[in-house]
């Protein structure tokens, strides 16, 4: 009878987590289906082109390729496909061929083969650019870097890019990892994000967005929150690409897959981490002692590498760029293996891990506690950053993130209207990471009938209206107001080969009154 009593207990609480679950994912849409809802008017009567692969997917399992050409009031014109081809069978590194799709008779341009970023050719017969492809949350995974080089090619053929949301499959939440410097940013590292950036695709493009410019849409996920992994949303895993099967391969990317060039590598698809002359109970032994959450390692010998196999217990907690980190640091204390080092050509390693710092901390013995310590303060000063660009809350009311209506409103453009003349830029305002609006400096100058000189030498702008002279500088935050040095929260910068300079502060420092309406996105100046 007591047997009894505890399946009953067992299959009533089975039942609850079921319905709890379901009552978690029957509430979540991806952005490929709400295009074809609510964001319809982003492509309705246009010629659209698709960025997609395999992984472009609704919940149902239908690609966005037969939703897009099945819809007949547009007009799809075009798919481009990212590395791995549009199919996701290529190798990765495999060059891949654009060529004319066999049933509906439009090209396929390739996104990795004789071009990574679309060309005015590519273009010319597209409105509007639609991407929809599934990440894995790695900084080097190249999906996301494809979607900013289609921003770059958007920005520059005045096309407009709509993004349809996914998941971050290893969660919202873990930011992890060291930054990515400018010296070392190529298609593995395409921005100053760290290994682990706890974005998803839309979040991605408003980040990207800053230093590009383009005209961006986002179709946001309904029922998503960043304390979310893939196993929330009840959807099946497509493969992302070859080696990227299954969900324990997406977790195991960056756990295992940080040592090109290196001789530690991974196995059996990012599951199992390890090289030649390494003591594969030892490596296991100081990763289990290391107290890495979510995870533990099974000493393995693969052939002549000895290693260790990840058993994630945890995924919620697991940190896939932290336990890469100690993993390769622990390996180079047993080994003493060669660190790759750049030259005249940046090697991949350094690419991997976006600096050289990695490689000379490995030399300097350095423990993988004293390497964390090492990068956090950048780390935590991009986590700061990073907060303005995120669409989706935490789910526990903190953090309320942004619904649907909110991530339309800050996509609309913004308009400046000076003494009741509304001006035309030739190139967009952006709010900056200051919230600071900014606009292109001579269009604002004339609108306000002054005057102004920069010196390409000094870096110095003067902006003179009548008897009044203010003097400001690139990349600093000072500025002379008549005899009077003042200080700003922002400054000036070149952007897409435009100086822009902060409206408040030109305004203001010329008597004028300015006025910030978020909600219609318009600042008047009087």
């Known amino acids: 009878m007591r047997k009894i009593f505890t399946l009953l207990i067992a299959v009533a609480a089975l039942l609850l987590f079921c319905n ?18 609510k964001y319809h008017h982003l492509i309705d009567g246009k010629k659209v082109g698709l960025v997609t692969n395999q992984s472009g997917v609704n919940s149902r399992g ?17 798919l481009f496909g990212p590395e791995h081809g549009i199919d996701g069978t290529a190798k990765a590194g495999a ?26 050719e590519m273009l010319k017969n597209v409105d509007v650019l639609v991407f929809d ?17 289609c921003m770059v090619a958007a920005k520059k053929y ?64 309904e029922g998503y929150t960043r304390s979310m992994i893939y196993q929330d949303t009840g959807l099946p895993w497509v493969p992302t690409s070859p080696n990227i099967p299954d969900l324990d391969s997406v977790f195991g990317y960056m756990a295992t897959g940080l ?58 907690t697991f940190n896939p760029a932290k336990t890469g980190i100690y993993a390769l640091t622990y390996a180079h204390s047993l080994t003493n293996f060669t660190v790759p080092k750049s030259g005249a ?13 990695l490689g000379r ?39 309320p993130g942004l619904d649907a209506g909110q991530v339309e409103q800050q996509q609309r453009p913004i308009s400046v209207i000076v003494e009741g003349r509304s001006i035309d830029f030739d190139a967009a305002p952006f709010m900056d990471a200051n919230n600071r609006l900014m606009v292109p400096l001579r269009a604002i100058v004339e609108a306000l009938d002054a005057t102004v000189d920069f010196n390409g030498e000094t870096k110095e702008i003067t902006i003179v209206k009548q008897d009044q002279t203010s003097i400001f500088m690139l990349n600093s935050n000072m500025v002379l107001v008549g005899k009077e040095l003042k200080s700003m929260d922002t400054m000036p910068v070149v952007k897409n080969g435009r100086t822009m300079v902060p409206v408040r502060y030109v305004g203001e420092y010329f008597g004028a009154l300015v006025n910030w309406d978020p909600a219609a996105r318009i600042v008047t100046v009087d």
């Open 20 to 37: 709890a679950a379901f009552a978690q994912t029957s509430n979540f849409k991806l952005g490929n289906e709400l295009l074809m809802t």
């Open 62 to 78: 239908v690609s966005t390729i037969d939703v897009l050409a099945d819809d007949p009031s547009i007009n799809l014109t075009a």
């Open 95 to 120: 060059y891949v061929e654009s060529y004319t799709h066999p049933t509906l008779g439009i090209p396929v341009y390739s996104l990795y083969g004789a071009t990574r970023e679309p060309s005015a």
């Open 133 to 149: 492809v599934q990440d894995i949350g790695a900084r080097s995974y190249t999906y996301m870097s494809t979607l900013n080089y």
């Open 158 to 221: 005045n096309k407009t890019v709509v993004i349809l949301d996914r998941p971050n499959p290893v969660g919202g939440e873990i930011v992890e990892g060291p930054m990515m410097e400018d010296p070392y940013i190529t298609f593995v590292g395409v921005d100053n994000l760290p290994m682990a950036h706890g974005m998803t695709a839309g979040e991605l493009a408003r980040f990207y967005n800053r230093k590009i410019g383009a005209g961006i849409e986002v179709v946001p996920m």
């Open 259 to 316: 040592g090109e060039g290196t001789g530690i590598g991974q196995a059996d698809k990012f599951k199992w981490i390890g090289g030649k002359g390494l003591d594969a109970q030892k490596f296991a032994d100081l990763l289990n002692k290391a107290g890495l959450p979510g995870v533990e390692f099974e000493a393995e010998q693969i052939g002549d590498k000895g290693g260790a196999r990840l058993h994630i217990s945890d995924y919620y």
């Open 345 to 357: 050509t940046v090697v991949m390693f350094d690419k991997i891990m976006g600096t050289d710092k």
């Open 361 to 399: 901390y490995l030399e300097q013995g350095l423990t993988p506690q004293q390497i964390e310590a090492q990068y956090a303060g950048e780390l935590n000063r991009f986590k700061e950053q990073r907060k303005q660009y995120l669409i989706y809350g935490d789910g526990t009311g903190q953090e």
